[in-house]
DNA sequence: TTTTATCATCAGATTTTCTGATCGGTATGT
DNA sequence: ACATACCGATCAGAAAATCTGATGATAAAA
């Protein structure tokens, strides 16, 4: 089997026609190149070298084995090149799965960021349930999931960036519009619309209702907070909202949106991980960026 | 450094993605893979691979590299197909010298043969008197000279191809025209026109004349046969022509040509190259192939 | 002729690499 | 819950490869 080792000494030989020299060059007595290099050429079965009076040269065979042997050696170099300079800094294929309650708020701010910052990170992103997400990644199609906390697993390790507050929504006519602070009781008195089965969002609202109330509860669901928006703003009934979407949601101002009193329902924001990823040093600096776009989302609301 | 060896075993894990199976191809025992993609990952200063319970996967990094890894393997591959199947025919670049007297006469018609037989023969041709060719040929310059025998140097090693018989060429009008057989004796009565000093067939004339009588020599000399032709043909003096040339300088029948007398002077046209070439066999095919094409010229001529 | 330069060869020392046994951890099946 | 199978890591000793330093052979230079 031909090595890496022999196309050095070869190279060497190659650039400096000379076998001690090219010994010296690379750290090895002349006995040891010349061994290796004969050894290359059996393996090949072809002479490489014409060794003369006037110092070594080249075979026409060897002229185009060092060529070739000149470029394998480069290429070594860029991988390790590559390799070491990488880890610096996040790059390369970056698998990312957001949920839907926080992909639309927190991805059009983010991206530009992120090319602007890391330019060789190459994004594929993925929307999805969390339970989907999770399946993904372990199973190695995504590297990192963008969603609300905790994620129980033994093989997925989780940072938490920052909490995102929920606030009631209601139609702009609704008679709760009037209190400044809302109750998880407030809940009871209107049909509560939410997202459909499956989604994190819709658990975690029930959790604030501190009961399973299927009652007053649309039972087909929707998929995107957009339309429950919508639906609420027409008065069907009223909702959830994570603070992060408000900036989106509430622009067009048909809704009323209250902060609830303390203590204030919320939901954590955090990244997900395969334990077994050795890129989490990037993955927690990506989360400061994250963390930083999220926090530039209007810090409360009340209108 | 890194080795080829573990490029090997990384390149088996990446397509297997499993440490068993890649050993098991590369016949060796997966311990010693282990430790081979340890040291690669250590060299390289990244992980390149996750180990997970759902077999191996590659990192971002691994898969980058791994790729670059195939593709060097894929050239190592390459440069051992391509020296192997070196040496089977002739090719590659071959710097070939040929003395004035012959290249005119050989090249026209052996040109078109060569290609045509092999096609991965890069040619390059030198034209120049005897002794230039084999200092360049000795400095490695030039790799095979078609010149005439003998060439006396230790580190030459030649191979005659065919005999080259030398005739008398006259003037239409000249009065030796007559005889059948011309004798060396005849080279005396009139003005002998021979190449320039420095060409072989000028002296393998001279020494057809048995004597050094510069008496009756044109001093100057000339520098192609086909300049001496013109002369002869214009009364100016008589000359030795080989053979070779026949075809091309006598068609336009301006010229007399008379062989000589038994025993015919000839010269040797042979194959000359460093005897620490590694491409004699090469050169041996070479030879058949001009010497098929060099008895293609006309055998004999009389007028 | 002697000297110098250069690459090849050789034996023994050194280093690298491999094997075979074993460990620890995880997933799977009962 | 337990037993089992699987997988990669680890380790010590064996085997193989590589290197060194001395020497040889040959050709060029003095």
Redesign the interface.
Known sequence: ?????QLRYFDAVAREKHFGRAAEQCAVTQPALSMQIQDLEQ?????LL?????GV?L???G???AE??A??LT??R???D???H??DVP????HLGVIPSIAPYILPPLLPVLREQYPDLDLHLRETQTQHLVREL???QL?LLLLGLPVEDP?IETAALFDDRFLLATSKSHPITANLRATPEMLEQDRLLLLEEGHCMRDQALAVCDLQRVGNLDTSGSSSLSTIVQMVANGLGITLLPELCLDVESRHGAINVIRFADPEPSRTIGLAW?R????KPHFVELGKLIKAVGNRQPPAASA
């Open positions: 089997m031909i090595s890496l080792k393996q090949l079965g072809t002479q014409e060794r003369g009076r006037r040269m075979t026409e065979s002229r185009e084995i070739r042997a470029k394998v290429d070594i860029d991988i390790v590559f390799a070491r990488q880890g790059a390369g294929r970056l372990l199973d190695g590297d093989h395969r077994s990823s050795p890129r």
